[in-house]
T-cell receptor, first 113, second 114 residues
Framework: DADVTQTPRNRITKTGKRIMLECSQTKGHDRMYWYRQDPGLGLRLIYYSFDVKDINKGEISDGYSVSRQAQAKFSLSLESAIPNQTALYFC????????????FGPGTRLTVL | AQTVTQSQPEMSVQEAETVTLSCTYDTSESDYYLFWYKQPPSRQMILVIRQEAYKQQNATENRFSVNFQKAAKSFSLKISDSQLGDAAMYFCASFNNAGNMLTFGGGTRLMVKP
């Protein structure tokens, strides 16, 4: 079974629609992250959370919001999707073991028409 | 703020040969960590190798090794005996405790020719 799962894997939506991407993990990690990947830009951090009550903005948080429903669940919402939010979205987790390795989900391909 | 630069958008290598992917970074922190991630066509992000900045010895994982030049802020990845399964996007990334962020380079697409 995958340690970090994301739903949906692929989504096509229209401009102005609200959409939620969900992430769940069974690794028992406290830290969770949302990134977006664009060609040539690598992955950029949108939001991160160190526990249920700790939410922090990343490099590119405008147009996005998040919810940490439980230690194992971290959702990303686009309140009103726009075409330049078309990208590959990754959820990741890490613990505080000192290695700082992040474990990634399989990604969600989002297309906004 | 950290920046990570990968100056080679694409590289190609002959199967069984050796290839080196370049990465430079910029950070004002003294405590940081460097990573190479592989992203095959399945798009899964897979950790290839990790280097702690305080360690002088270059990290090695089987056919993968790094050349870590701290003063030059350079962190290149060497892949020996390249295999067809090594074809992928490779991302260099840096993490520091102060920023709590993993900063990625733009990636290098590696093609392996049979």
């Amino acid at each position: 079974d995958a340690d970090v799962t994301q739903t949906p894997r692929n989504r096509i939506t229209k401009t102005g629609k609200r959409i939620m991407l969900e992430c769940s993990q069974t690794k028992g990690h406290d830290r969770m992250y949302w990134y977006r990947q664009d060609p040539g830009l690598g992955l950029r951090l949108i939001y991160y959370s160190f526990d249920v009550k700790d939410i922090n903005k990343g490099e590119i948080s405008d147009g996005y919001s998040v919810s940490r429903q439980a230690q194992a669940k971290f959702s990303l919402s686009l309140e009103s999707a726009i075409p330049n939010q078309t990208a590959l979205y990754f959820c990741a987790t890490s613990d505080f073991s000192g290695t700082y390795e992040q474990f990634f989900g399989p990604g969600t391909r989002l297309t906004v028409l | 703020a950290q920046t990570v630069t990968q100056s080679q958008p694409e590289m190609s290598v002959q199967e069984a040969e050796t290839v080196t992917l370049s990465c430079t970074y910029d950070t004002s922190e003294s405590d940081y960590y460097l990573f190479w991630y592989k992203q095959p066509p399945s798009r899964q992000m897979i950790l290839v190798i990790r280097q702690e900045a305080y360690k002088q010895q270059n990290a090695t994982e089987n056919r993968f090794s790094v050349n870590f030049q701290k003063a030059a802020k350079s962190f290149s990845l060497k892949i020996s005996d390249s295999q067809l399964g090594d074809a992928a996007m490779y991302f260099c990334a840096s993490f520091n405790n102060a920023g709590n962020m993993l900063t990625f380079g733009g990636g290098t697409r590696l093609m392996v020719k049979p």
